[in-house]
């Protein structure tokens, strides 16, 4: 059974004005239709009189004197009543479609609208927040191209030199030209990164994400991903510790690439900005019918500033030119979005050279 449909409260009031008027009308015509009865019965009236066959007259056509009048401000409430919603209704056309583009302007509307008005009000200034907010990411994000295509230059050219020094020095010593071709090689790689951080804005921008649902067991991809980290951790002599609520399994329903995806790259970021020979937790407490996975390293203090922003779209810690550890500001976006499509929550954290990231996701 469909609810009953509850009237706005500028609904509530022009009706009630609308009731009220006929009340008051009705109101006044009975009381005047008594009122005259009781004085010309205080007379004594006489043929002769001319003003008795008027009086007369009048009494015999009352009812209809009376339906009359009962129709004609019918007619004019009725349209008074009607043409009032009417104008309040163009006035909240013509405030939204103000919001189309949106001015600094506050919208103003009539004293019976001011409900209206401060909805509309809000929906005016987040539309200006998310016009910013747009602005700025779309900033951000040709600031980075443009970055990562002037950073594509230096591995190129390196990649050029070294393989022209292989082809020309007919008598390189065996030494050099591994010397050589490992340094092409290095470039090279990073040429790679640069060109998947490429492919990753046009993948942002050109796909939507969808979840694929599956029963995983959470510990079991929690030690799979650590595992694959290894060459990474052993890179900077970090250790990873992995400790899971009662050492037992977790059981999760949820799209494992996304949500491996997610956990990819908390892991990856925490190796990058750990402290060398330290070490990576990471957590899996189960509370109630949610599980909250946290990843802990040792790292420079984030300031809440950035820590406010760490999860915009093309937002960089490092937002140097020429890092080599830098992405294209997307990781964190993508898992907030993947995270938040779960039904679940991220957070980070930053205090005292130690750094969280926490995700809650419902296990069923």
Not at 253 to 265: G, L, S
Not at 349 to 363: A, G, Q, Y
């Amino acid at each position: 059974m469909k609810n009953k449909k509850r009237y706005s409260q500028i609904s509530q009031r022009i009706f009630i004005r609308y009731i009220l008027s006929f009340l008051i009308l009705f109101l006044i015509l009975f009381g005047g239709f008594f009122l005259a009865w009781f004085i010309c019965s205080r007379f004594i009236w006489y043929e002769s009189n001319p003003a008795y066959h008027m009086l007369k007259a009048l009494q015999s056509l009352s009812p209809f004197i009376i339906a009359l009048t009962v129709v004609i401000c019918f007619f004019i409430f009725t349209y008074r009543t009607i043409r009032r919603p009417l104008i309040y209704l163009d006035d909240v056309i013509d405030a939204a479609k103000s919001l189309s583009s949106p001015t600094d302007s506050p919208i103003t509307l009539p004293d019976d609208l001011s409900d209206i008005q401060n909805q509309l009000n809000l929906t005016r200034e987040q539309a200006l927040r998310n016009i910013i907010l747009v602005k700025e990411a779309e900033s951000r994000k040709n600031d980075l191209i443009m970055y990562l295509a002037h950073d594509l230059k230096t591995p190129l050219s390196s990649v050029i030199g070294y393989l022209n020094l292989l082809r020309d020095e007919k008598e390189i010593s065996e030494e050099l030209r591994q010397k050589y071709m490992s340094v092409a090689l290095d470039k090279a790689e990073r040429l790679e990164e640069l060109i998947n951080e490429f492919f990753e804005i046009a993948r942002f921008n050109l796909s939507n994400i969808t979840l694929q649902y599956s029963n995983i067991n959470l510990t079991m991809m929690l030690e799979q991903l650590a595992y694959e980290f290894a060459p990474m951790l052993k890179d900077k002599n970090l250790t990873c510790t992995i400790n899971v609520d009662n050492n037992s399994n977790i059981m999760l329903r949820c799209d494992a690439d996304k949500i491996e995806r997610v956990f990819d790259n908390l892991l990856r970021n925490a190796v990058i900005y750990s402290y060398n020979n330290s070490n990576i937790t990471i957590e899996a407490i189960e509370y109630n019918y949610a599980v909250v996975i946290t990843f802990i390293n040792e790292g420079d203090t984030i300031s809440q500033e950035k820590l406010g922003r760490i999860f915009e779209q093309f937002y960089r810690l490092d937002s140097s030119r020429g890092t080599s550890c830098g992405g294209a500001g997307l990781g964190l976006a993508i898992a907030k979005q993947i995270v938040e499509l779960h039904h679940g929550e991220i957070s980070a954290h930053s205090r005292n050279n130690i750094i969280k990231f926490s995700v809650t996701l419902p296990i069923s």
